[in-house]
Nanobody, 115 residues
Framework: QVQLVESGGGLVQPGGSLRLSCAAS????????AAWYRQAPGKERELVAR???????NYSDSVKGRFTIFRDNAKNTVYLNMNNLKPEDTAVYYC?????????WGQGTQVSVSS
């Protein structure tokens, strides 16, 4: 089972950009499907983007065209590039990694979009 640590959150103005990072420790990360979820106050956690071990990706409709998920298996890290951020993107962002019965979560990083 891998352990995950997110970084890169912060406060940004509407239209701005951020890059989130999720560093994994442990073995066989390259076999895991990795994903970013987010949870806004008073709302359920939702999937933002996922990348599979072979590199294919999928995105929620709300971020498609603005966010990009990618991974560097040599660094055991998955990233989320977020462009053209909107106030409704404000949430705690969580990294997730899954492989068979293994299911790991990071502690979350706050992203706030406000002028």
């Amino acid at each position: 089972q891998v352990q995950l640590v997110e970084s890169g959150g912060g406060l940004v103005q509407p239209g701005g950009s951020l890059r989130l990072s999720c560093a994994a420790s442990g073995s066989f990360f390259r076999f895991y499907a990795a994903a970013w979820y987010r949870q806004a106050p008073g709302k359920e956690r939702e999937l933002v983007a996922r990348i599979f071990s072979a590199g294919s990706t999928n995105y929620s409709d709300s971020v498609k065209g603005r966010f990009t998920i990618f991974r560097d298996n040599a660094k055991n890290t998955v990233y989320l590039n977020m462009n053209n951020l909107k106030p409704e993107d404000t949430a705690v962002y969580y990294c997730n990694a899954r492989w068979y019965t293994y299911d790991s979560w990071g502690q979350g990083t706050q992203v706030s979009v406000s002028s």
